[in-house]
């Protein structure tokens, strides 16, 4: 057993808080409310399943209209706004701050002042972005920080109040599925079973993905309440020489695999397959593969797409698993933000390789975001057909 529950583990967990998913201005559609979970696991759903969007009678897409995304997350603020091309989207304007709104959330079930402030700054230039690009749509979503806390309603209505943005603070599931649908074409090719992760700061989502087709297929997924910044704040040092060091790290890896047990079980059979693939997407696996290639600072695009060796993976975990704060601040593409948080990440990521023990490692920076994007991009084209389907019947019937 760990010496350490999820930092949740008395709460009614997932009580969904909000329920509009939104822009700066003029709300382009509306969301079905959708049942809401911190952990659990859902069979025999599909990627591109999801809450059904009601478009009412948008004019068609001009030239030059955008589409965006924000992502509230526990560590992160990130927005992504991007123009349609072809199938696919070209990004016009990106955002990324480090916010840390779920500092301290563990041990006090509340975003503090301080958290909530920095967040706020974060947002106020995401709301300056969206009124100068040309949005079309866009969907602002918050993660486990929102989820979990307290006053996470109310931090909400005060985002809302100040920069526009309607945050929709969206379960575990659909956490899981927007992760999946943004970074899946990443996967290595091969005719096995899939697992796709995400390590954010509040939680980890797992997905056992069917093999082939365009969209995949969720076959099975699990969402637990340990992210980096949650972990961290919940597993406590004890000393500070690299035994304590060690010790500490193996109480992550105990906490961490716990929680990841019922999942474990659940595809063991799978997980000895010839060919089973791994993909992650996290600042924990594109900061390992920055490591791993040796990058004076980081590259996105060496890093995206890249493949990198599991056991490659593990011995740079267990090396700045040992190392000080100091030590690892001073690596390339750590620094001070990730000096600590890195190490919770390597203990994630590490109980994953354990379960599902792929050769090789698929990195993508890109997710919860991207899959946003081809949402409302997929949503729209959808719309558009049945509205084209639509004038044609009427005029069939008129003629």
């Known amino acids: 057993m760990a010496d350490h529950p999820p930092p949740d583990i008395h709460k009614k967990a997932g009580k969904k808080r909000g329920g509009k998913s939104g822009k700066v201005a003029d709300f382009r559609y509306k969301r079905s409310n959708q049942p809401n979970s911190t952990s659990g696991q859902k069979r025999g759903a599909s990627a591109h399943a999801g809450p059904p969007r009601k478009f009412t009678g948008n004019p068609p897409p001009r030239k030059g209209e955008a589409y965006a995304a924000l992502d509230l997350g526990t560590n992160n603020c990130r927005l992504l706004i991007a123009r349609p091309s072809g199938k696919d989207f070209t990004v016009i304007d990106a955002f990324s701050r480090v916010v840390k709104l779920g500092e301290d959330l563990a041990s006090s079930g509340r975003l503090s002042d301080e958290a909530m402030d920095r967040a706020m700054g974060a947002l106020s230039i995401c709301a300056d972005k969206l009124r100068r690009r040309n949005v079309r749509l866009a969907r602002s979503v918050a993660t486990e920080a929102c989820r979990r806390a307290s006053n996470g309603a109310d931090f909400i209505e005060r985002v809302k109040r100040e920069t526009g943005i309607v945050l929709d603070i969206i379960s575990a599931e659909e956490e899981a599925r927007l992760a999946v649908l943004g970074c899946h074409i990443l996967l290595e090719q091969g005719h096995g079973p899939a697992v796709i992760f995400d390590i954010g700061g509040g939680s980890t989502e797992l997905v056992l993905i069917e093999p082939g087709g365009k969209i995949p297929h969720i076959i099975d997924w699990q969402s637990v309440p340990w992210g980096v910044v949650s972990l961290t704040d919940t597993i406590a040092r004890k000393g500070s020489g690299p ?103 390597c203990a994630i990521l590490e109980s994953i390789l354990d379960l599902w023990p792929a050769e090789r490692l698929g990195v993508a920076d890109r997710g919860i975001r991207e899959g946003i994007l081809r949402s409302l991009m997929a949503a729209e084209r959808q719309s558009e057909r049945s509205l084209k389907a639509l004038a044609q019947q009427r005029s069939g019937k008129t003629g």
């Open 243 to 345: 035994e304590a060091r060690l010790d500490r790290y193996a109480r992550m890896r105990a906490a961490v695999s716990e929680s990841f047990a019922p999942f474990a079980q659940r595809i063991a059979e799978a997980s000895t397959s010839d060919d089973i693939r791994l993909l992650g997407t996290s600042g924990t696996v594109t900061t390992l593969a920055s490591l791993h290639l040796k990058l004076p600072h980081y590259d996105r695009k060496a890093v995206d797409g890249l493949i990198v060796p599991s056991h490659s993976m593990r011995t740079i975990s267990t090396r700045l698993s040992a190392m000080s704060p100091e030590e690892r601040s001073e690596l390339p593409c750590i620094g001070h933000d990730r000096a600590d948080l890195v190490v919770a990440g």
